[in-house]
């Protein structure tokens, strides 16, 4: 459903110019679950690929120094650990896993993303009430 305000162009973005283009701030639990549904370390690239299929970028590739700086910032906070990768071809490559306190924070992750839905739901409910018009029960982005 997050893809229908999630544009694939920037020509797109023009009715929901006010909208963003995706919520920044929840590129950590995005990271976070798809390194919890892995059963081995992945690189950033895996990342960035499975990000952009999940339902918060809609098919959408997410900016790849963005992932990074965010995996930078959650292995500085102990939410994932990595380790360099030296193939006999290639460049090296580091690894991600998810430490217990990532899988602690995505268990936290898991009830504010409850709240946002709840909160969300509310603001909907009000602002079209301030429109004086039904909430639509599916969005439609500038409609």
């Known amino acids: 459903m997050w893809a229908i305000c999630n544009p694939k162009a920037d020509g797109d973005l023009k009715p929901c110019a ?5 919520l920044s701030r929840l590129s950590q639990p995005t ?3 798809i390194l919890a549904a892995s059963d081995e370390p992945l690189h950033g690239y895996v990342i960035v690929q499975r990000a952009a ?6 098919g959408t590739k997410p900016d790849a120094t963005g992932v990074y700086r ?18 006999r ?12 306190e990532g899988r602690d924070t995505l268990r ?13 739901g509310e603001l909907r409910e009000e602002a079209a009430q301030a ?9 439609v982005c500038g409609g």
């Open 70 to 87: 965010t995996l930078k910032q959650m292995e500085e906070n102990g939410l994932v650990t990595s380790q360099w990768e030296t193939p």
């Open 53 to 58: 299929a999940s339902p918060m970028f809609g």
């Open 108 to 120: 936290r992750w898991i009830d504010s993303l409850a709240c946002y839905a709840a909160t969300i």
């Open 31 to 33: 990271i976070l679950t």
């Open 89 to 100: 071809a290639g460049p090296a490559k580091r690894a991600f896993s998810l430490t217990t």
């Open 18 to 22: 006010a909208l963003g283009r995706t």
């Open 131 to 139: 429109l004086g018009i039904e909430t639509p029960e599916v969005p």
